[in-house]
């Protein structure tokens, strides 16, 4: 019955590991859909900066943003480091969608995980749809998070029997410790008993 309940459970987690893998893609697909909403917002507010820079520096946008942080009014050098890091935001956007839709699946995979947005990952996951993927890709990730995660109950479930088997072991050697030492004192004194005797037999044998 034992086995069985174990058996049971190792299919029901192999199958909701898989089950989640398989879900990997999707998810980093409505990421990357999340993603581009936020660079189409980040270029609209940065163009409305760069239009200036187009009539006042010749369209040099960096140019606009050193002059801006070397003028005297604080106002318009904090406005040049809105700018900078607004233009910093487009950048970054640019290059990790280019990294998740120009490579092939594994290294968008590995691009994905390293430069993951924990924030826009999180709205991602609240508005998150299921869906049920047959490409080759989902498949192979959900038979590596269900390979993966029985590995890792097995890691567990193993660390665990041997932590059990030595506060065992310990609690078992304490136990027969107290019993050593009271067979030692039993020995001991019949030791002692058998040398009174000995020593009674010498003397009576001698006084005859």
Same mark, same amino acid.
């Given at each position: ?48 900066? !760069?239009?200036?820079?187009?009539? %006042? ?12 942080? %070397? ?17 910093? %935001? ?8 280019? !990294? ?7 290294? !968008? ?16 996951? %609240?508005?998150? !749809? ?79």
């Amino acid at each position: 019955m034992k086995k069985l309940i174990t058996t049971l459970f190792d299919r029901i987690l192999f199958t909701v590991s898989f089950i989640l893998g398989v879900q990997a893609p999707e998810f980093m697909q409505q990421y990357i859909q999340r993603l581009s909403g936020h660079l189409d917002e980040a270029k609209h507010q940065l163009q409305q900066f !760069q239009l200036i820079a187009d009539m %006042r520096f010749n369209g040099d946008l960096n140019l606009m943003i050193e002059r801006y942080q %070397r003028n005297a009014d604080n106002a318009i050098a904090q406005t040049a480091n809105v700018i900078s890091a607004m233009n910093q %935001r487009v950048t970054g956007f640019e290059t990790q969608l280019s !990294q998740l839709q120009n490579y092939d699946y594994i290294t !968008q995979l590995y691009h994905f995980i390293r430069q993951i947005d924990l924030v826009m990952a999180q709205a991602t996951l %609240r508005d998150f !749809q299921l869906a049920v993927p047959i490409e080759t890709g989902a498949l192979l990730t959900g038979a590596i998070f269900a390979f993966a995660t029985l590995s890792l109950q097995a890691a567990a479930i193993g660390t665990l029997k041997i932590s059990i088997y030595g506060i065992r072991g310990k609690s078992t050697n304490k136990s027969n410790l107290p019993q050593s030492k009271k067979n030692s004192k039993i020995r001991t004194v019949d030791s002692t008993d058998d040398l009174i005797v000995k020593s009674k037999t010498k003397t009576e044998q001698a006084l005859d």
